[in-house]
């Protein structure tokens, strides 16, 4: 199984590199002040000695700086557009942090010897499309970017980062929107999938990628152990022969919450994936929660260096604390919606990001209570969406917490998994969970087409999906269902590696006209109203569905409502779905490049 398609090596001059941006380098950058603006905590980090904690901010795009003693505010500066992830580089003292709006990552480095505290910017360079995730190894000799829409891994060495000169640079293509990154070994770099079931092991010097999957979905963290001689990872896991009936809810058959281990030996000979062996055997897992008191969408994880471990559990707006041998978490109430934790130096307390709250958390780990919360900023009023956002990660609107709209619907894209829900009328037809991405214009919803609009299917989602203890609101219906409109569309993939084949894409759509394709996926949507027999049926005999939306169709792992094929070609090799006529090859290329560009 080959997992990338194209390896870019790029060896690069510094001067070439970052001429573009030579008039940023050492240059202080511009203190905000007292602003009301919503910043949204995305990631966190902590200086060498453990005084200053590093807050970089998604939606302002800025770094705020708190004295970690004091527990107070230091200064905020403006950085980016939108921030996504921040790295610390002990070695040097310096910090990188991965903007996903401008494609970027910056280098800065913080002072805070003066009377105020500063953060000068040392560089900046363009990264892959829409960086989620940048990640140092332990010798600080090579780091990892995630490009989340891209499917990319941008590999970069250098030996003195304050200079700006990378001594390589490699991009290596994935199948799958890569998530969180945790180097296992100094040339072996662990890809979490962001939204389903895939992992990759990529090694730097030779670029060879080892795929593999997992029982799960959805991998909030990863972190080594303190020896160093296990993977811990937190996710989730959506049983697709439990259906979303109380019963089943309760006592957490639908959606389990976990945190697992996995030895770094597996990890550090195997050269291909089947050397791997199974994987799940050899899992040593923590549930997460329990009936009636379940604990939904696990974030980020940090463990010290006593052993003691720290959850975001997003679902709650609480954080877990435990060990890896406990039979039991404590847990901790923190902000709305935790995402991101660091260890303090002495490991006796954690500092949690709240993203929805704009504030900092920090947690005494010993007494298992909270010391302060630490506001960035002034916020203004959330309109309608953005309340609309808070509720779709809420996991308390479901039954015991179980589950949000987030746990399926990741970031509001899908997880590619299978659920049994009532949607189409019936149980015992588990269907493949739809991205809700650029989907606010391609009505009627659900795979029979059963419900008329987004309020219909945010009602039946809450009250018999999610089995909530009470019935939803009209505002909380109202606020997900203007949340969820709003979504854009992923990037194509190809678009976003900027590899767009304009002859191929050119003869892809006029073949997508040609075989009346346009029939049931019409554009502008990609979709229509009605349900089609489309040469397969479900466990009831259902033949009928409704033709889901193309847009983001390159951005999807799995096909159909049972999700039986993994790549688009076998749509047409395996099913010829709906073809009037046998493809050429050069066509079936041409028309695989026009549907991944939608």
Not at 112 to 133: E, G
Not at 287 to 295: L, N, T
Not at 395 to 423: I, K, P, Q, Y
């Amino acid at each position: 199984m080959r997992l990338r398609d194209t390896i870019r090596i790029n060896l690069c001059i510094g001067w070439v590199l970052f001429t573009f941006n030579t008039a940023w380098a050492d240059d202080a950058l511009e203190r905000i002040n007292n602003t009301t603006q919503f910043r949204r905590p995305i990631s966190i980090q902590l200086d060498k000695d453990g005084s200053t904690l590093v807050v970089a901010n998604r939606d302002s795009g800025s770094i705020s700086l708190i004295d970690a003693n004091a527990l107070s505010t230091t200064g905020e500066f403006e950085l980016g557009k939108r921030l996504s992830c921040i790295e610390y580089l002990n070695n040097a003292d310096l910090f990188v942090a991965t903007d996903l709006e401008q494609h970027k990552v910056f280098c800065f480095q913080v002072d805070t010897a003066a009377d105020k505290a500063n953060v000068n910017l040392i560089w900046a360079n363009p990264t892959p499309q829409f960086p989620s995730v940048v990640r140092a190894n332990s010798s600080e000799t090579r780091f990892a970017i995630a490009g989340l829409w891209s499917r990319q891994i941008e590999l970069v060495e250098s030996e003195d980062w304050s200079s700006g000169r990378f001594k390589t640079s490699v991009t290596v293509d994935l199948d799958f929107c890569p998530g969180d990154c945790l180097w296992i070994a100094n040339d072996r770099l662990l890809v979490a999938d962001a939204f389903g079931d895939q992992f990759a092991i990529v090694q730097s010097t030779t670029q060879t990628v080892i795929p593999f999957r997992v029982q799960g979905h959805r991998t909030g963290g990863l972190s080594l152990s303190t020896d160093g001689q296990w993977v811990a990872f937190s996710d989730q896991r959506l049983n697709p022969l439990a259906q979303s009936t109380r019963n089943d809810v309760h006592w957490g058959l639908m959606v389990s919450n976990q945190l697992r281990w996995l030895p770094v030996s597996r990890f550090l000979t195997a050269t291909a994936s089947d050397e791997l062996g199974d994987l799940t055997r050899a899992f040593s897992t923590q549930p997460i929660g329990r009936p009636e008191d379940a604990k939904a969408d696990l974030g980020q994880l940090a463990i010290a260096s006593n052993g003691t471990v720290a959850i975001t559990l997003g679902g709650v707006d609480e954080l877990a604390i435990g060990r890896q041998d406990d039979d039991a978490f404590a847990f901790v109430p923190v902000g709305r919606r935790p995402i991101a934790a660091v260890m303090s130096v002495d490991g006796e307390r954690c500092f949690v990001a709240n993203l929805f709250d704009d504030s900092i958390s920090v947690v005494d780990l010993d007494d298992f209570e909270l010391i302060k919360t630490i506001p960035l900023g002034q916020m203004p009023e959330p309109d309608l969406a953005r309340k609309g956002e808070r509720l779709f990660f809420d996991a308390r609107l479901s039954h015991d917490g179980w589950m949000s709209c987030h746990s399926c619907h990741v970031e509001g894209h899908t997880n590619g998994m299978l659920n049994d829900n009532f949607s189409d009328q019936s149980f015992h037809t588990p269907k493949r969970v739809i991205s809700l991405l650029g989907h606010g214009d391609t009505l009627p919803l659900a795979w029979t087409g059963g419900q008329v609009d987004f309020e219909s299917q945010v009602r039946t989602s809450i009250e018999s999906t999610m089995q909530s203890d009470e019935p939803a609101t009209d505002m909380q219906v109202s606020a997900i269902a203007d949340f969820i409109r709003r979504l854009p569309p992923p990037p194509a993939v190809n678009v976003a590696r900027q590899r767009i084949d304009l002859e191929k894409h050119s003869n892809g759509k006029e073949l997508f006209r040609t075989l009346d394709c346009i029939r049931c996926h019409t554009p502008p949507t990609y979709t229509t109203p009605e349900t089609y027999e489309v040469g397969v049926r479900d466990e009831n005999g259902e033949l009928r569905f409704n033709p889901p939306s193309l847009i983001g169709l390159g951005q999807q792992d799995r096909f159909f409502h049972d999700g039986r094929y993994k790549k688009l070609q076998e749509l047409f090799t395996q099913n010829e779905h709906q073809l009037p006529r046998k493809l050429t090859d050069q066509e079936m290329s041409d028309l695989i490049v026009f549907l991944k560009s939608l």
